[in-house]
């Protein structure tokens, strides 16, 4: 309502009366009336309620004064009559005098809270009191020694303890009774504060509405003319004009950079691809021959143990060992690197695909915000108008080509992104298949050969001890099968014996 009725005012104030009457009665001004007359309606039965609530505070509050002073008054009477009996009772028995200061103390422990527990048993009390009063000093003057008149005084005694454990008993629950009051008391002062806070709302929202509603009847007053009409339709056909050019140039533009980069990207990775792949098979072709070569020279015989150890330093040294390996790292880390570099083009495409997602969802929301305007708007056209009032409409028509544009740019990314997930892929695939070289340096075909040598060289070998010594250490590196140990223990039968 806000947006249509700043939009509004900046339309000029000539029009005629019969327009304005035709706006007054339009959906939006009727809305704004109906949602007032129910803010009213909200707000005076807010008003009733807080009125309850504050006179049935007022009257508990009332009530709850006047009990207490009821109870004030009537424990002061309690304690001048309890003071009275003390001292007219002088010779009373000492278990009598240390009950009444017993009670003494408990009621001026309690005495805020003593009331309403005297109210019931005062009257029986004070003539159980008064008659032993009056009659005590005679009985026991009388007939001190007498055991009639003490069993009297016992009984009167254990009777006014029990009393007196009753009106303890009675000032504990009034004593609860009061703090559930008073916690009750504070809910509801709790409630009428807020609503107090929720009237105070109420009214300022109908402050509010009232403004509003007279800022939109003002500013409903203008129609615009037909000749404006005119001039803003063709203003807003050139602006879609313009616009939906500069929309295919842009998208074409974006295209075409799209397309060259793609293209870029998928001839540099079928480049690696195809750089590594003829790495790996020149690797593996020269490993083989290595192998090879080494093997015809182990088939000619049991050479000495210097040419043995020869070939194996030649192997060691030429074969496809750690020369061979470099470049397969080499290109192995390049392809790395430009994954990682993928990784984070994809990362910024994300986050340039979420900040479009974010503006698109404001555009959208701005778009819906014009739209509704439009339609409250009546289509005067008959009426006339300003080439302002199409404003609005432009944006609209602006917004939704904006809107299209995005939505490309959504599909480009999310294109992109596919894109990035098969170069992972295949990234993974290369990884997968890159042969890692073995604990010890050297390849299967290659630890072969190395470990044939070094049986001909234990096989060859005249000194027993020697062989004994070499055998565990030489087993467990190069992983002697059971064949190999047993053409070694057949070749030195010293050490076979001798073990």
């Known amino acids: 309502m806000s947006a249509s009725a700043s939009e509004a005012a900046m339309a000029p104030t000539a029009a005629t009366g019969s327009d304005g009457v035709a706006l007054s009665n339009s959906p939006a001004a009727t809305n704004a009336e109906v949602e007032l007359a129910q803010l009213r309606q909200e707000l005076k039965r807010s008003q009733e309620k807080f009125s309850s609530w504050q006179a049935k505070a007022k009257a508990g509050v009332d009530q709850m004064r006047a009990q207490v002073l009821d109870l004030t008054h009537r424990l002061e009477m309690a304690n001048q009559q309890q003071a009275h009996t003390l001292a007219t009772d002088t010779r009373g028995a000492s278990r009598l005098t240390q009950f009444l200061e017993h009670s003494s103390d408990i009621l001026s422990a309690h005495a805020l809270a003593a009331a309403s527990l005297l109210i019931d048993t005062s009257p029986s009390a004070a003539a159980r009191v008064e008659g032993y009063s009056r009659g005590g000093g005679a009985a026991l003057s009388s007939s001190a020694s007498t ?57 300022r929202r109908v402050a509010a509405l009232e403004a509003t509603n007279t800022s939109l009847e003002g500013q409903l007053m203008n129609v615009p003319n037909a000749e404006e009409w005119r001039v803003a339709q063709e203003e807003l056909d050139n602006q879609l004009t313009s616009a939906r050019l500069e929309c295919e140039n842009r998208e074409s533009q974006l295209v075409l950079q799209h397309s060259i980069e793609v293209q870029a990207l998928s001839a540099a990775h079928e480049l690696e691809v195809r750089e590594l792949q003829l790495e790996h098979s020149e690797a593996l072709a020269q490993a083989v021959r290595d192998a090879l070569m080494g093997g015809s020279r182990g088939a000619d015989g049991r050479a000495p143990a210097s040419n043995s150890a020869n070939a194996t330093n030649g192997l060691l040294t030429n074969g496809g060992g750690p020369r061979g390996r470099d470049g397969e790292d080499s290109a192995y880390m390049g392809l790395l690197r430009e994954y990682e570099a993928v990784e984070r083009q994809c990362a910024a495409v994300i986050q340039e695909r979420d900040a479009m997602e974010a503006q698109q969802k404001a555009l959208l929301r701005e778009l819906q915000d014009l739209v509704c305007q439009a339609t409250d708007t009546p289509a005067s056209g008959s009426h006339g108008g300003t080439a302002e009032a199409w404003k609005p409409l432009a944006e609209v028509v602006n917004l939704e080509a904006a809107a299209r544009l995005i939505a490309d740019q959504r599909h480009r990314c999310v294109a992109l992104h596919e894109d990035l997930v098969r170069t992972r892929a295949e990234v993974g695939q290369l990884r997968r298949a890159k042969t890692s070289p073995p604990v010890d340096g050297l390849g299967a075909q290659q630890l072969q050969y190395v470990r044939s040598v070094v049986v001909q060289l234990l096989c060859s070998l005249n000194d027993a001890r020697v062989a004994r010594n070499l055998l565990p250490v030489l087993s467990m590196l190069l992983k002697f099968t059971d064949d190999d140990l047993a053409s070694i223990t057949k070749a030195i039968p010293q050490w076979t014996t001798r073990r």
């Open 147 to 203: 055991p009639p008149a003490q069993d009297a005084a016992a009984s009167l005694v254990e009777s006014l303890q029990k009393t007196v454990r009753d009106q303890a008993d009675r000032i504990k629950e009034t004593h609860h009774a009061l703090k559930r009051a008073t916690k009750e008391l504070q809910q509801r002062t709790a409630a009428v504060h807020q609503q107090d806070e929720s009237l105070a709302v109420l009214k």
